[in-house]
């Protein structure tokens, strides 16, 4: 079955920098659009940045732009986010998703989920 696991949150303090990773199992990695998504407490999931299958074209949220990049790697069906200057308002849980359009990346129309990783931010 496909998986998506989620790893490296953590508690960090403002300022700080975290990478956050995603290994995919049991699909076929390259054909499908990643993305990362969080949701704080009493907030809806937001869209934080989505990264074309080939890896040529991304998106962010507004709230992350130039702090936040997405990459990924094909050949070891992996994604990443790198998250520099960290504010108390990243803190959320973190999901990876996996979806098929890149123009339609709202959260119901994402495949396939990870179980989430926390990232705390103290100011």
């Known amino acids: 079955q496909v998986q998506l696991v989620e790893s490296g949150g953590g508690v960090v303090q403002a300022g700080d920098s975290l990478r956050l990773s995603c290994t995919a199992s049991?699909?076929?990695?390259?054909?499908?659009?990643m993305a990362w998504y969080r949701q704080s407490t009493g907030k809806e999931r937001e869209m934080v940045a989505a990264i074309s299958t080939l890896g040529s074209n991304s998106k962010y949220g507004d709230a992350v732009k130039g702090r936040f990049t997405i990459s990924r790697d094909n050949s070891k069906n992996m994604v990443w986010l790198q998250m520099n200057n960290l504010k108390p308002e990243d803190t959320a849980d973190y999901y990876c998703?996996?979806?098929?359009?890149?123009?339609?990346?709202?959260?119901?129309?994402?495949?396939?989920w990870g179980k989430g990783t926390q990232v705390t931010v103290s100011s």
């Open positions: 998703a996996a979806g098929g359009h890149f123009g339609r990346l709202a959260p119901q129309n994402m495949d396939y």
């Open positions: 049991g699909l076929t990695f390259g054909i499908y659009i």
